[in-house]
């Protein structure tokens, strides 16, 4: 990443570090963009690629803050199995950042609750008690050859989730595309999730 940057200046060349190395996580994916497209010469490319991000999500956010999806809740969760984590919660990673933090959904308040406690955006749950946080609706993150330990459980069938068809299932070949959190990946993760979304809501 750094030798991006190496040849636009001493100044541009501190900026970088400081983001990579230290500074990621403080700055928005829209104005780290905005910055790497301005320092590479890309800048028009770069803005680009944000306004069509932005407006992606302002329809996503319209669609789901109103009809069928308004106030609902939403958890991104995956089977490791019993003897391994569980299943564990993801906030940030996953999706987890274009959800909460870009389109503003809510998390159920058992899982806000153990995030704020805890300060874990990622941790197990237990097989016992991980039907608590799911939420209305939940993105099912699969792995590639493995069955879900946990949907061949007798409690899988009884959570409200999964007798109203609100599972997202994300087949293990697209989970990379759910990892990161830049404006190319949230952007599809976009098209993804609402077209997911939109499916369920046709079926009712």
Known sequence: MYSCCRHVGNRRLWECKYIFKGGIHRI????????????????????EAIAAFEKKLEQAKEKLNSGIFKEKTFSILQDWGRESYGVMYETGSR???????????????????????????????????????????????????????????????????????????????????????DVASMTAQLDYIVDQLIALEQKK
């Open 95 to 181: 999706g987890g950042t274009l959800l909460y933090e870009y389109i503003g959904l809510n998390m159920p308040d058992k899982l806000k609750q153990l995030v704020q406690q805890s300060n874990k955006g990622r941790d197990s749950l237990s097989y016992e008690v991980a039907s608590e946080y799911f939420g209305d609706y939940v993105l099912w993150f699969l792995k590639d050859d493995y069955q879900s330990e946990y949907a061949k459980t007798v409690i899988w069938n009884t959570i409200p989730a999964v007798k109203n068809g609100h599972i997202i299932e994300i087949p293990g070949e697209y989970v990379g595309l759910f990892f990161y959190s």
């Open 28 to 47: 928005s994916s829209t104005e780290r963009l905005s910055f790497l497209g301005e320092a590479t010469g890309h800048e028009a490319e770069a803005q």
